[in-house]
């Protein structure tokens, strides 16, 4: 897979996934929801002001988002900053009833930090079916050869 093929297969992808492990250099990672937007280049996560993410974002640290969905047929490291966004009508593009759930008054309570997250680069694997992932391991097995289930490769943003 190409370059340009493996950026639209990762943002076609993490479009599917629901949650990865996310964490700023120094920091555990941590489960985070995320909500991908291709047009900004960013993923964007919801957290509490004085959560590590909310303080490593406040901070523009460096950081990692892992993500493994068999469903989504992507596995991919992504390494990027985190920064706050301020601007109220990006919460409102990306809030959503299960961010309600996390926060007292909602989008509204004090405590709603919305984070983006700009990648830089990553390593992606992505497959594309559990049926052709099972074919090349037996074909591999059968020619003596290396299973290819899918693409592969380093990009950056």
Do not use: C
Not at 49 to 64: L, V
Request: proline share 3%; net charge negative.
């Amino acid at each position: 897979m190409s370059d340009h093929d493996l950026k639209t297969t990762f943002w076609d992808r993490v479009e599917n996934v629901n949650v990865g492990m996310l964490s700023a250099t120094g920091t555990d990672p941590r489960p985070m929801a995320h909500h991908a937007r291709r047009d900004d280049g960013a993923l964007w996560f919801l957290t509490a002001k004085h959560t590590d993410i909310g303080e490593d974002a406040a901070a523009g640290k460096d950081a990692r988002y892992q993500i493994a969905s068999g469903d989504a047929k992507i596995y991919a490291v992504v390494d990027g900053t985190l920064s706050i966004e301020s601007s109220r009508d990006k919460l409102d593009e990306i809030w959503s009833p299960m961010d309600a759930a996390w926060f007292e008054e909602g989008k509204d309570d004090e405590d709603v930090r919305l984070v983006r997250f700009t990648p830089k680069s990553a390593e992606i694997w992505a497959h594309d079916s559990t049926a052709k992932a099972f074919y090349e391991m037996a074909k591999s097995a059968v020619l003596d050869d290396v299973a290819n289930p899918g693409g592969h490769g380093k990009i950056s943003f």
